[in-house]
């Protein structure tokens, strides 16, 4: 058999669009000779469709489009594997559809009614024969491995998580140097073929690499990582065939593909805009700096313009030699860039608002009037707005992302990437190419931006002196690994206060930045766009944004949970039970020492332990004895005649006994 990947990147939820697509890859597939393409899955609605699947005019056109695409493809002698999420019973059920011989048979379904088990949490993996071979469809490879039938000889690998920085396997071929997939393929003793989508689906990201591995774990076909490509590979099970050299293979690097997984997002997100230029706001600093770096390589120079604000609050000879530093190192990044670069004058505030201004109010209007212009200068070039906010902003200060105009952004590309990570991004893509200029990749740059944003957490606060001048002294100390490490503890993966890194060393500060993420919940919810490449993002991580508790530890105490209440409860019936089983038998045993004329020491005796040791011990003896009797009694009853009493015995041949 020879399958066809189709590593494809299309506009999410252009039905029409992506089944002819498909078509004109089937096209392909099938002059290079394949009897089976595959597709991949986030294309009709992505992997995160919503109530989107509920609207039945949505199914109605996926089911159309699906059959015009097989009426389209059955002249070409091609099977089509086209995998989509659909609704059942308002549960999202990734269906597989077959199309072949001008038909679309939803595999899964069509197996569900058969076994009579029609439930969306259930999995079977669909097995169907294309030219002589038996292919399986698999969504999870250490679970899906084992079920496979004998005889199976292909396992297609339909990859449904999204890009995640942290975990290579999300990452395709790229992951299989480091050890994966190559185990899975060894112990099932089958081909491996994995279909890796490629491109943006709002906020998931997909890098591609799909390939093809034998059943000895050797990669014997690979696509491209970060661009489309038709991979067509022949598949025969127990056949040698040439393996692609392991170092030949693209390997895994963090800052490498968190970078192009960045930029597929920025592209993808600014085409689905219908828009083809983007503005970025330039501050001197190290994000903003490295977003416009971003939209470049996304985009083309020709469709990023900078803008630049020039500080009118400047009275000091050394805050005029900062701001002349700050707008140098502008002009230099527009610079080596190529990027067109609009320069702007900050006016007077209080003629803006037309009133005298507090000195403590200057910065807020000021940031909300540049926002305004940044708008305008947006509006004015038919372009969007990129913001450069990252996750450490989202969690400590949103309100003041939103009114440096984040809410009229686009997208925020780092907004789930860490502050402290940027410097590393910076330096990776610096060895392409030096464009940031070098005082912005240092720690320095990453310690000034982390002080603007803890002063901005604190501006939030209630305006309370004392209360305000505590939170500035825990934070103060604090440096920008040590900040975002507890965050990324409390966020990502969801530790509690005490198992943050900050806990030992400084409790009230780590208490502290847990309540500032969550007094944040309700601004974030106004951010824009992000694309999600952590384990877990802040539009995956939602706490009622009316919450007034925070977690402040358990001081000492010890974990309690609902399970540890349940098994106490079931403890506690248990021994109510014993109790009052005991309690009967003591009743029942009152009564028969009573009809028995037992005296009160002797019933007291009876009750006890070693009175129903003693009783069970008779009782056993007791029934000993009796079995003894009733089996000579049988024997002597096989005596003289059958049926005629022996001396001794009662009537019929039974014992006097037995008859009383």
Same mark, same amino acid.
């Given at each position: 058999?020879?399958?066809?990947?189709?590593?494809?990147?299309?506009?999410?939820?252009?039905?029409?669009?992506?089944?002819?697509?498909?078509?004109?890859?089937?096209?392909?597939?099938?002059?290079?000779?394949?009897?089976?393409?595959?597709?991949?899955?986030?294309? #009709?609605?992505?992997?995160?469709?919503?109530?989107?699947?509920?609207?039945?005019?949505?199914?109605?056109?996926?089911?159309?489009?699906?059959?015009?695409?097989?009426?389209?493809?059955?002249?070409?002698?091609?099977?089509?594997?086209?995998?989509?999420?659909?609704?059942?019973?308002?549960?999202?059920?990734?269906?597989?559809?077959?199309?072949?011989?001008?038909?679309?048979?939803?595999?899964?379904?069509?197996?569900?009614?058969?076994?009579?088990?029609?439930?969306?949490?259930?999995?079977?993996?669909?097995?169907?024969?294309?030219?002589?071979?038996?292919?399986?469809?698999?969504?999870?490879?250490?679970?899906?491995?084992?079920?496979?039938?004998?005889?199976?000889?292909?396992?297609?690998?339909?990859?449904? =998580?999204?890009? =995640?920085?942290?975990?290579?396997?999300?990452?395709?071929?790229?992951?299989?140097?480091?050890?994966?997939?190559?185990?899975?393929?060894?112990?099932?003793?089958?081909?491996?073929?994995?279909?890796?989508?490629?491109?943006?689906?709002?906020?998931?990201?997909?890098?591609?690499?799909?390939?093809?591995?034998?059943?000895?774990?050797?990669?014997?076909?690979?696509?491209?990582? #970060?661009?489309?490509?038709?991979?067509?590979?022949?598949?025969?099970?127990?056949?040698?065939?040439?393996?692609?050299?392991?170092?030949?293979?693209?390997? #895994?690097?963090?800052?490498?593909?968190?970078?192009?997984?960045?930029?597929?997002?920025?592209?993808?997100?600014?085409?689905?805009?219908?828009?083809?230029?983007?503005?970025?706001?330039?501050?001197?600093?190290?994000?903003?700096?490295?977003?416009?770096?971003?939209?470049?390589?996304?985009?083309?120079?020709?469709?990023?313009?900078?803008?630049?604000?020039?500080?009118?609050?400047? #009275?000091?000879?050394?805050?005029?030699?900062?701001?002349?530093?700050?707008?140098?190192?502008?002009?230099?990044?527009?610079?080596?860039? =190529?990027?067109?670069?609009?320069?702007?004058?900050?006016?007077?505030?209080?003629?803006?608002?037309?009133?005298?201004?507090?000195?403590?109010?200057?910065?807020?209007?000021?940031?909300?009037?540049?926002?305004?212009?940044?708008?305008?200068?947006?509006?004015?070039?038919?372009?969007?707005?990129?913001?450069?906010?990252?996750?450490?902003?989202?969690?400590?200060?949103?309100?003041?992302?939103?009114?440096?105009?984040?809410?009229?952004?686009?997208?925020?590309?780092?907004?789930?990437?860490?502050?402290?990570?940027?410097?590393?991004?910076?330096?990776?893509?610096?060895?392409?190419?030096?464009?940031?200029?070098?005082?912005?990749?240092?720690?320095?740059?990453?310690?000034?931006?982390?002080?603007?944003?803890?002063?901005?957490?604190?501006?939030?606060?209630?305006?309370?002196?004392?209360?305000?001048?505590?939170?500035?002294?825990?934070?103060?100390?604090?440096?920008?690994?040590?900040?975002?490490?507890?965050?990324?503890?409390?966020?990502?993966?969801? /530790?509690?206060?005490?198992?943050?890194?900050?806990?030992?060393?400084?409790? /009230?500060?780590?208490?502290?930045?847990?309540?500032?993420?969550?007094?944040?919940?309700?601004?974030?919810?106004?951010?824009?766009?992000?694309?999600?490449?952590?384990?877990?993002?802040?539009?995956?991580?939602?706490?009622?944004?009316?919450?007034?508790?925070?977690?402040?530890?358990?001081?000492?105490?010890?974990?309690?949970?609902?399970?540890?209440?349940?098994?106490?409860?079931?403890?506690?019936?248990?021994?109510?039970?014993?109790?009052?089983?005991?309690?009967?038998?003591?009743?029942?045993?009152?009564?028969?020492?009573?009809?028995?004329?037992?005296?009160?020491?002797?019933?007291?005796?009876?009750?006890?332990?070693?009175?129903?040791?003693?009783?069970?011990?008779?009782?056993?003896?007791?029934?000993?004895?009796?079995?003894?009797?009733?089996?000579?009694?049988?024997?002597?009853?096989?005596?003289?005649?059958?049926?005629?009493?022996?001396?001794?015995?009662?009537?019929?041949?039974?014992?006097?006994?037995?008859?009383?």
């Amino acid at each position: 058999m020879k399958l066809a990947l189709a590593q494809i990147d299309m506009r999410l939820g252009d039905i029409e669009g992506v089944c002819t697509r498909i078509g004109d890859q089937a096209e392909l597939a099938s002059k290079q000779g394949a009897h089976l393409l595959c597709t991949p899955a986030p294309l #009709f609605g992505g992997m995160q469709p919503t109530m989107l699947i509920d609207y039945a005019n949505y199914e109605h056109e996926v089911v159309r489009s699906l059959r015009d695409l097989a009426a389209r493809v059955e002249p070409l002698h091609i099977d089509c594997l086209v995998p989509a999420v659909i609704a059942l019973d308002q549960v999202p059920y990734l269906e597989v559809f077959l199309l072949r011989e001008g038909r679309v048979s939803p595999l899964r379904s069509m197996m569900s009614l058969r076994t009579g088990s029609l439930d969306a949490s259930t999995w079977d993996p669909p097995v169907f024969d294309v030219a002589g071979s038996r292919v399986a469809v698999v969504l999870d490879l250490e679970r899906d491995i084992p079920q496979l039938p004998r005889g199976c000889d292909v396992a297609l690998y339909i990859q449904m =998580n999204g890009f =995640n920085a942290y975990n290579e396997a999300t990452c395709g071929v790229a992951s299989v140097a480091d050890g994966y997939f190559s185990g899975d393929a060894a112990r099932g003793g089958v081909w491996i073929a994995c279909m890796a989508p490629v491109g943006a689906y709002d906020e998931t990201v997909y890098t591609g690499g799909s390939f093809v591995m034998d059943e000895s774990g050797d990669v014997v076909a690979a696509a491209p990582c #970060f661009e489309e490509c038709l991979l067509v590979q022949d598949v025969s099970r127990g056949t040698p065939v040439a393996a692609l050299d392991a170092r030949d293979l693209p390997r #895994f690097d963090r800052e490498e593909w968190l970078w192009e997984a960045l930029r597929l997002h920025v592209r993808d997100a600014v085409s689905a805009s219908g828009r083809a230029r983007v503005v970025v706001p330039l501050e001197g600093d190290l994000p903003t700096s490295l977003t416009a770096v971003l939209a470049v390589d996304a985009l083309g120079p020709r469709n990023v313009v900078g803008v630049a604000f020039e500080r009118a609050e400047v #009275f000091t000879p050394r805050q005029e030699a900062l701001e002349c530093e700050r707008m140098e190192l502008i002009r230099a990044l527009a610079a080596n860039l =190529n990027i067109h670069l609009v320069e702007r004058a900050q006016g007077d505030v209080s003629r803006w608002m037309d009133r005298d201004v507090p000195a403590r109010d200057v910065g807020r209007l000021r940031v909300g009037i540049d926002a305004l212009y940044l708008a305008d200068v947006a509006h004015e070039m038919g372009a969007c707005t990129l913001s450069a906010l990252t996750k450490t902003d989202a969690a400590l200060a949103p309100a003041a992302a939103l009114s440096a105009g984040a809410a009229l952004a686009l997208a925020a590309p780092f907004g789930d990437v860490y502050l402290s990570s940027l410097e590393f991004l910076a330096r990776y893509r610096n060895r392409r190419s030096a464009v940031i200029p070098a005082p912005l990749v240092t720690l320095n740059a990453v310690e000034d931006r982390m002080g603007q944003i803890l002063a901005c957490a604190v501006d939030a606060c209630p305006d309370d002196p004392v209360y305000t001048q505590r939170i500035a002294q825990l934070l103060a100390g604090l440096e920008p690994a040590q900040v975002d490490g507890v965050l990324e503890a409390h966020v990502d993966r969801n /530790e509690v206060l005490e198992d943050v890194p900050l806990y030992k060393t400084a409790p /009230e500060s780590a208490a502290l930045l847990l309540m500032l993420v969550r007094r944040g919940e309700g601004a974030r919810r106004s951010l824009p766009s992000t694309p999600i490449v952590s384990a877990r993002s802040f539009a995956e991580r939602a706490w009622p944004h009316m919450l007034g508790w925070s977690d402040l530890g358990r001081h000492g105490e010890e974990p309690l949970s609902v399970m540890d209440l349940a098994r106490e409860g079931i403890k506690r019936f248990e021994t109510l039970g014993e109790e009052h089983g005991e309690r009967v038998r003591g009743e029942i045993l009152g009564l028969l020492g009573g009809l028995l004329g037992l005296s009160p020491e002797q019933q007291q005796e009876l009750m006890s332990e070693d009175g129903q040791q003693r009783m069970r011990e008779n009782m056993e003896r007791f029934e000993s004895g009796l079995r003894e009797m009733l089996n000579a009694a049988g024997a002597q009853h096989e005596g003289p005649h059958p049926g005629e009493a022996a001396p001794g015995q009662g009537l019929r041949g039974y014992p006097f006994f037995s008859q009383n």
